[in-house]
């Protein structure tokens, strides 16, 4: 049974070890799925992994077993070329098998190199052409706004796809309709598939950008499993649209991936999947 939110004033009693392993466990799904499609993108998944079990496994109110309950929260990945962090963590929540998992990107399978609403249960929208995630997300919540639904809308985006204008667009329809019940979170892992996004278009400074069109927004260190949770949470209870910019490491846990660009879109080999397997194990190792 998915756990219940934890509550601002209560968060000494967050289980962050059992939130890490869980973050280590959809970083070696992610890394096992790449190596058996051949194909796929690690780099943004394993960045934006602890963000993702933090929803899923902690903030986000949702029913494996009834994917289309009207009052659900919704996860919206705009960055759809990361796929399979998602993949990951709907499979370990039970919405399907997690051996679904090594049929990453197959004709036959459901899970297709991005996000396909219409092929896998828990996907929300659609996604890999970058930029209209946020757009989306406020339509959703316009209408649960109309429909007089409770649920709140998390937004995961990249750095370099707020290079796109549509997002901004988007932050300024979001701010003109006061949408309470959007949170846009920022996974700053600083890398795009060409290099450092600085280098390429600058997108930065993203929180003084987003406060700019309306926002309140926040930066925390996306790693921090304390500190994505309190953030996720405070941002439920904020008038107004949220933005979370979340400083991360592109490629996360796995040395070799880290800070790396050419893992943008490059699946492991046979011996790196076990070179990564087998640090990511030792992680968990030292956490207990």
């Known amino acids: 049974m998915h756990p219940a939110p934890v509550s601002l004033d209560n968060?000494?009693?967050?289980?962050?070890?059992?939130?890490?392993?869980?973050?280590?466990?959809?970083?070696?799904?992610?890394?096992?799925?790449?190596?058996?499609?051949?194909?796929?993108?690690?780099?943004?998944?394993?960045?934006?992994?602890?963000?993702?079990?933090?929803?899923?496994?902690?903030?986000?109110?949702?029913?494996p077993a009834e994917p289309k309950w009207p009052e659900r929260d919704r996860f919206i990945l705009s960055k759809g070329h990361c796929a399979p962090i998602l993949y990951a963590a709907l499979a370990n929540s039970g919405y399907f098998p997690v051996d679904d998992l090594l049929n990453l990107r197959k004709i036959d399978c459901h899970l297709q190199g991005h996000p396909d609403m219409n092929k896998t249960i828990g996907v929300e929208i659609s996604s890999g052409s970058l930029g209209q995630g946020l757009s989306i997300s406020i339509g959703m919540a316009l209408a649960m706004r109309l429909d007089n639904l409770p649920g709140h809308i998390f937004t995961l985006l990249g750095d370099g796809e707020s290079q796109e204008g549509e997002v901004w667009e988007a932050a300024m329809a979001a701010a003109q309709y006061k949408l309470d019940h959007l949170t846009a979170i920022v996974d700053a892992n600083g890398l795009q598939i060409d290099g450092f996004t600085k280098d390429i278009m600058n997108v930065e400074p993203l929180p003084a950008k987003y406060e700019a069109f309306g926002w309140t927004a926040r930066s925390i260190d996306g790693h921090d499993m304390?500190?994505?949770?309190?953030?996720?949470?405070?941002?439920?209870?904020?008038?107004?649209?949220?933005?979370?910019?979340?400083?991360?490491?592109?490629?996360?846990?796995?040395?070799?991936?880290?800070?790396?660009?050419?893992?943008?879109g490059k699946a492991p080999t046979e011996e790196q999947r076990e070179q990564a397997i087998t640090e990511l194990k030792a992680e968990v190792e030292a956490l207990a």
């Not at 009693?13 to 993108?41: E, F, I, P, Y």
């Not at 992994?49 to 899923?56: E, N």
Request: net charge positive; proline share 3%; glycine share 10%.
């Open 11 to 63: 968060l000494e009693v967050l289980d962050t070890l059992g939130l890490k392993k869980t973050a280590n466990q959809l970083r070696q799904d992610v890394v096992r799925m790449t190596c058996a499609a051949g194909s796929g993108h690690p780099g943004g998944s394993l960045s934006s992994a602890d963000i993702v079990t933090a929803l899923y496994f902690q903030v986000m109110n949702h029913r």
């Open 226 to 264: 304390q500190q994505i949770v309190e953030a996720l949470e405070w941002s439920k209870t904020v008038p107004g649209p949220v933005a979370i910019i979340a400083k991360t490491v592109k490629g996360k846990g796995v040395s070799f991936m880290e800070n790396q660009a050419g893992w943008h």
